[in-house]
């Protein structure tokens, strides 16, 4: 089946800790994007990238890193320059890069910072 | 400036209940609109859509429609079901790069 896989699903981390969360996808969508949820805030955009080996930040880029070295995977890193770490994220991809189509959601990483 | 307003919530209403969970937007032109909806420990769902004005999205009996004079795209359900309990997300597009900017979610809580 198509779709979007992250993981872990949940991950604890200290502080002063780097973090890894992956994204794959078999969809053969071009863009992925990297959202942050907090409760009571919505989903924030923290990276996106269009195509394979180029991305944009997003609203909330600081502390976090991005690479796109394949069309299906989309690792975020949380750097421990992120002074706020602990919240849900979600990944997404779409084969419609303009805007008018449909993002299919992976069922997302919850981070704890201990 | 570029954002999109929801009701607040927690909404709580009784199974057939009728629905309405109002989400406004502000834009330069004409957005697509989006209603996604999330269930208890998962990701987000597109729930319907409308890329025009005038425009109705329906699904599950859901609908929507895209009101260009008030800048609304209001959720509505005649009779709601236990099922239905999750968060609600109204979005918009952003330019051409496929991204969305959402709205900060309704909680639906469906009794019996």
């Known amino acids: 089946d198509g779709g979007i896989t992250q993981s872990p699903k949940y991950l604890f981390r200290k502080e002063g800790q780097n973090v890894t969360l992956s994204c794959e996808q078999n969809?053969?969508?071009?863009?992925m994007y990297w959202y942050r949820q907090d409760p009571g805030q919505g989903l924030r955009l923290i990276y996106y990238s269009q195509i394979v080996n180029d991305f944009q930040k997003g609203d909330i880029a600081e502390g976090y890193s991005v690479s796109r070295e394949k069309k299906e995977s989309f690792p975020l890193t949380v750097t421990s320059a992120q002074k706020n770490p602990t919240a849900f994220y979600l990944c997404a991809s779409t084969a419609d890069r303009e805007g008018t189509g449909e993002l299919f959601f992976g069922e997302g990483s919850r981070l704890t910072v201990l | 400036g570029n954002s999109v307003t929801q009701m607040e919530g927690p909404v709580t209403l009784s199974e057939e209940a009728f629905l309405t969970i109002n989400c406004t937007y502000t834009a330069t032109g004409y957005p697509s609109l989006f209603w996604y909806v999330q269930y208890p420990g998962e990701g987000l769902q597109l729930l319907l859509k409308?890329?025009?004005?005038?425009d109705k999205g329906s699904n599950k009996g859901f609908e929507a429609t895209y009101r260009k004079e008030t800048t609304s795209f209001h959720l509505e359900k005649g009779s709601v079901q236990v099922s239905d309990s999750a968060v609600y997300f109204c979005a918009r597009n952003s330019g051409n790069t496929g991204k969305l900017i959402f709205g900060q979610g309704t909680t639906l809580q469906v009794k019996p």
């Open positions: 969809l053969n969508h071009d863009a």
């Open positions: 409308a890329t025009k004005a005038d």
